[in-house]
């Protein structure tokens, strides 16, 4: 007797499109599978903003998932489709596919079907999704008149309660939908013979990172080592067409196919060298002055902002550290502002930062966009205290400016000028390895749980310890990489 063919689900079905294999995995051999922690983070997120959305159509019939099968799901719809006007989650299954949709609104006497992501923007990938959700629900004998993606809507800026319809922003894609709908049938019936077999040969390719980062590339990308044409950074020699040749180590790549700072990565790295410009070092210190004050934010976003003067995914700035010196070679000082949990952190953080910083203070940060960007941000959200905020902007010099000029370039960064693999390749004994928090992800991660352990006084201060730990390391080694600049700027 011939097996039942796979069934597939919506996200499965997108995640056949961006590799057979991805798929088959996850289908026979999920143990490979690898969700880093902001792929759970932006599901959650999906969820959280999925719910909001659904007041743009308030007073629908939400079909539970939890504790019922795909049948009863679609035995519930069927009921809903009815005698509702609005259904939340509608469950169908077609073809061999089964898919939920966020919201079908009922026009006349066919449906409007509304798929809702938690962006700012349309990606391609969307289409497919909405595609595949309009090519099951329409097989199962219910008509589309229209088919929505709904994102958030960028423009919107939170004044007071939030406004469910200004948030979101509906784009008709009914047509683009539509041109897909031929092509479906063809696709499922691939994904499903391909399920029956065994695993499928597919090499590692630009289809790993597009339109998602795939959770097996743990398991696909494990003979690809360090030190890889992966590791080039910057414009020039493309690293596909590379791979495609049977190079795969930074020093079998042929010399005479890289230019600018790609030839200096690899020569670099072949010689286990440091490059070292003191004129261009020099030249970055004659920007800076005394009193000198390293700077340093912590942010955390949301995609449905929760304060006012706020947009979808707009940076709220938590915590700060700040170390400064009055003179070259003087006294270190060292001051700090990490908010209190479940609070608007910008006022009081914005408060604290210009009681600390002089006005005439060179404010030295790593990467300027990132602290400039929320500097100027606080400025608009607060404009009496613009003023104050500007004289600090005006005052911004940047860190990175002589490493990713590569005036000062260690073959251990491996091409990056992050912060994290400058540090470890110019001063010894300090590095990111070790912290409890690592990144500014975590950092986001540890203050999102200080505002769920509020109530827990113990618990809320070892978290409190570890993000005033890592916040003050990224100052302290802003302060140890100036000092290697200056050292490194007087050899001759
Ligand atoms: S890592 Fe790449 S090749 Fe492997 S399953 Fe994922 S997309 Fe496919």
New binding site residues.
């Given amino acids: 007797m011939a097996k039942k063919p796979f069934t597939l689900s919506k996200s499965r079905y997108i995640r056949g499109l ?2 057979h ?2 798929l088959w ?1 996850y289908t026979h051999d999920r143990d490979l599978q690898e969700v880093s922690k902001s792929a759970t983070a932006s599901f959650q997120q999906g969820d959280e903003v999925g719910a909001i959305a659904r007041n743009i159509f308030p007073k629908g019939k939400f079909i539970a998932f939890d504790n019922m099968s795909f049948e009863e799901q679609i035995s519930e719809t069927q009921k809903a489709l009815k005698k509702e006007k609005v259904i939340y989650e509608a469950a169908f299954s077609y073809g061999g596919v089964f898919v939920k949709a966020d919201i079908l609104r009922k026009v006349g006497g066919s449906w409007e079907l509304y798929e809702v992501k938690a962006c700012n923007s349309r990606k391609d990938v969307h289409l497919d999704d909405i595609a595949i959700q309009h090519y099951v629900i329409t097989g199962s004998g219910v008509p589309i008149s229209k088919a929505f993606l709904t994102h958030l809507n960028k423009e919107y800026t939170r004044d007071g309660e939030l406004d469910v319809q200004a948030l979101f922003t509906s784009e008709d894609v009914t047509d683009e939908i539509k041109a897909k709908q031929e092509a479906i049938k063809a696709e499922i019936g691939r994904q499903q013979k391909m399920l029956a077999g065994k695993e499928p040969i ?4 630009p ?2 990172t597009n339109p998602y980062n ?1 959770d ?2 743990g ?3 494990k003979n690809v080592p360090d030190n890889s044409i992966f590791d080039l950074t910057g414009n020039g020699v493309k690293k596909w067409p590379l791979y495609k040749d049977g190079i795969l180590k930074m020093e079998d790549i042929p010399l005479g196919k890289l230019k600018g700072l790609q030839l200096q990565q690899v020569k670099t790295y072949l010689g286990k060298k440091t490059v070292v410009d003191p004129t261009g070092l020099k030249t970055f210190l004659k920007e800076l002055w005394y009193p000198l004050y390293y700077l340093d934010f912590e942010t955390f976003l949301a995609a449905v902002p929760p304060y006012d003067g706020l947009k979808p995914y707009q940076q709220i700035p938590f915590q700060y550290s700040l170390h400064s010196q009055k003179r070259a070679g003087g006294k270190l000082t060292h001051k700090e502002f990490l908010a209190n949990p479940n609070c608007d952190p910008r006022e009081e953080l914005l408060d604290s930062l210009l009681d600390e910083i002089p006005s005439n203070a060179c404010v030295l940060v790593y990467f300027q966009p990132f602290e400039l960007g929320r500097l100027k941000e606080l400025a608009q959200q607060f404009p009496k205290k613009a003023k104050q905020i500007n004289a600090i902007i005006s005052n911004v010099r940047d860190l990175l400016v002589p490493f990713k000029g590569r005036a000062l370039y260690s073959w251990k960064q491996q091409g990056s000028h992050s912060i994290k693999n400058v540090l470890p390749a110019f001063v010894k004994n300090m590095s990111y390895e070790g912290l409890e928090i690592g990144d500014g992800g975590e950092a986001i991660e540890a203050y999102q749980k200080m505002c769920a352990v509020a109530d827990d006084p113990k618990a809320l201060g070892k978290i409190r310890q570890d993000l005033l730990e890592y916040c003050g390391q990224d100052t302290l080694a802003m302060v140890r990489l100036l000092e290697v600049v200056e050292a490194k700027s007087k050899l001759k």
């Fill in positions: 961006q590799c294999k991805s995995l597919i090499d590692i390719g289809h790993c795939c097996f590339a398991h696909c990308w």
